[in-house]
């Protein structure tokens, strides 16, 4: 697991738009995995500058996202659908028809899980998968004690999520309670895996998902038994790592290596 350490949001979102720029410069037609909520936003902001500076093409490009309401259509604005279409799908060149998100509006949850997994496969599989971590450990919306190995699937929210994600809903809006999202051993066969924690609010979190026990009680915490994981953190939510020194050093090494 490498764990990346940069003073300010802004800095940790620029390497992660970075990271994906060079990925998709690599692979033009990548299968990314993408993720909604406040941590992914600034990236999604530079990847959008990227292309409109003419660095960056997403035409080729598919996705899917990790996770979506049960209940909410894909013009409602708390719908991650929606989320997507306006912090990035409208501001760049991808074929929206090659954008997937795990909806399901015929109440055929399991046969839309299944499919939604067989799309992936079918797709050869996630190459870049693009996480935030919530403050109770959850990676998608794979809650404390999701099975280390749960495919996509539909998922009741804890308190905590509910409250946390309270934040975005009007109070005349109904918030929903369940989920759809891709499980940990789906998010898992992702061939690599780039981790946005960002603030103080989540370093309780991040200290569990790099240096806890491999738990359930942290879904993150699995990502320490993949191959290519990086966990980019600001300064704030590496705060509570025993090693963050550490994690300094060897980056620091990497960068005099590569010179
Ligand atoms: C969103 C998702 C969630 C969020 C997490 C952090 O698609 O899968 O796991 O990444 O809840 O949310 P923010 O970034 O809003 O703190």
């Known amino acids: 697991m490498r764990v990346v350490i940069l003073p300010s949001e802004a800095d940790a979102s620029n390497f992660a738009a970075g990271f994906i720029e060079d990925y998709i410069c690599e692979k033009k037609d990548a299968v990314l995995g993408l993720a909604t909520g406040s941590s992914v936003i600034l990236t999604y902001e530079a990847l959008i500058n990227k292309y409109r500076e003419s660095m960056l093409s997403f035409q080729h490009i598919t996705t899917f996202n990790l996770d979506e309401y049960v209940g909410l259509k894909p013009n409602h604005t708390q719908s991650y659908r ?6 990035l799908f409208n501001h760049i060149d991808i074929d929206q028809s090659n954008t997937y998100i795990p909806e399901c509006f015929d109440e055929a949850y399991e046969l839309s899980c299944d499919n939604y997994e067989t799309e992936i496969r079918n797709h050869g599989g996630i190459d870049l998968q693009l996480l935030g971590i919530g403050s109770n450990g959850h990676i998608g919306f794979n809650e404390p004690t999701s099975s280390l190995s749960s495919r996509t699937r539909v998922k009741t ?5 509910i409250a946390n994600n309270s934040r975005f809903f009007k109070d005349s809006e109904v918030q929903p309670s369940i989920a759809i999202t891709m499980g940990i051993g789906t998010i898992m066969e992702a061939q690599n895996i780039l981790l946005l924690g960002l603030g103080k609010h989540k370093s309780k979190a991040v200290a569990d998902l790099v240096e ?3 738990s359930s009680f942290c879904p993150g915490s699995v990502l320490q038994n993949h191959e290519s994981a990086i966990i980019v953190l600001d300064q704030q939510a590496a705060s509570d790592l025993k090693l963050y020194d550490y994690y300094i050093h060897t980056e620091k090494m990497k960068l005099e290596y590569m010179c």
């Open 82 to 87: 929606y989320y997507m279409k306006q912090k």
């Open 157 to 161: 929210l804890t308190k905590n999520t």
């Open 212 to 214: 806890g026990p491999l």
